[in-house]
């Protein structure tokens, strides 16, 4: 069981930027999956979670209307698409897979990750 994230970068404050989550050695659609991030001397901290059917996400108050999380089973891929982005985003991303849609932005309710990808924005 693999995920494998990419995407992450430096953009400019208000900037866009799309991480994407490739998993290997299992099918992704039989998970729920996560987005989290954890910023230098801060916990890690749930950003957008979505079902295995993608009927149910959940976003974290500080991205609400600014990120948006997708999956695309056939690829064995998820996404979140970042915009209008803040300095305060500055965080390693990282993917995350769950069995069950559970407590779907806590760390705790993951069993599977990947490494992270650094994403920075500046002011």
């Known amino acids: 069981v693999q995920l494998q994230a990419s995407g992450g970068g430096l953009a400019q404050a208000g900037g866009s930027l799309r991480l994407s989550c490739a998993a290997s050695?299992?099918?992704?659609?039989?998970?729920?999956v996560g987005w989290f991030r954890q910023a230098p001397g801060k916990e890690r901290e749930g950003v957008s979670s979505?079902?295995?059917?993608?009927?149910?996400?959940d976003y974290a108050d500080s991205v609400k209307g600014r990120f948006t999380i997708s999956r695309d089973n056939a690829r064995n891929t998820m996404y979140l698409q970042m915009n209008s982005l803040k300095p305060e985003d500055t965080a390693v991303y990282y993917c995350?897979?769950?069995?069950?849609?559970?407590?779907?932005?806590?760390?705790?309710?993951?069993?599977?990750w990947g490494q992270g990808t650094l994403v920075t924005v500046s002011s």
């Open positions: 979505i079902s295995r059917n993608g009927g149910s996400t």
């Open positions: 050695g299992f099918t992704l659609n039989n998970y729920a």
């Open positions: 995350a897979a769950a069995l069950s849609y559970w407590n779907p932005l806590k760390p705790y309710a993951y069993g599977y």
